[in-house]
């Protein structure tokens, strides 16, 4: 069993910056792509930020030039750097580890809440 540990969420005034940060259980070399998600109130889940084992990044469309995912594979941990935040940035971040087509691993979240 995989476990994924999110942590850096919190409470910002907008124009701020978090850091979230997600520790893995296991090598994150050992999944295809790591990836982080979120969840505002009453919403789908959406994907925000995702890197493959090799290093190549994606980004959904509302995040990009704001944040940045990283990985520190010696630490197993994925980082997710958010700056220039928005309220509708305000969400439950969620930590995920992919095995393509097999298999999802999620962590239990962690909140970020920008204000106006």
């Known amino acids: 069993q995989v476990q994924l540990v999110e942590s850096g969420g919190g409470l910002v005034q907008a124009g701020g910056s978090l850091r979230l940060s997600c520790g893995a259980s296991?090598?994150?070399?050992?999944?295809?792509?790591m990836a982080w998600y979120r969840q505002a109130s009453g919403k789908q889940r959406e994907r925000v930020a995702r890197?493959?084992?090799?290093?190549?990044?994606n980004y959904a469309d509302s995040v990009k030039g704001r944040f940045t995912i990283s990985r520190d594979n010696a630490k197993d941990t994925v980082y997710l750097q958010m700056d220039s935040l928005k309220p509708e940035d305000t969400a439950v971040y969620y930590c995920?580890?992919?095995?393509?087509?097999?298999?999802?691993?999620w962590g239990q979240g962690t909140q970020v809440t920008v204000s106006s």
């Open positions: 995920n580890a992919e095995i393509t087509f097999i298999k999802n691993y």
């Open positions: 296991r090598s994150i070399s050992s999944f295809d792509a």
């Open positions: 890197i493959t084992v090799s290093g190549t990044t």
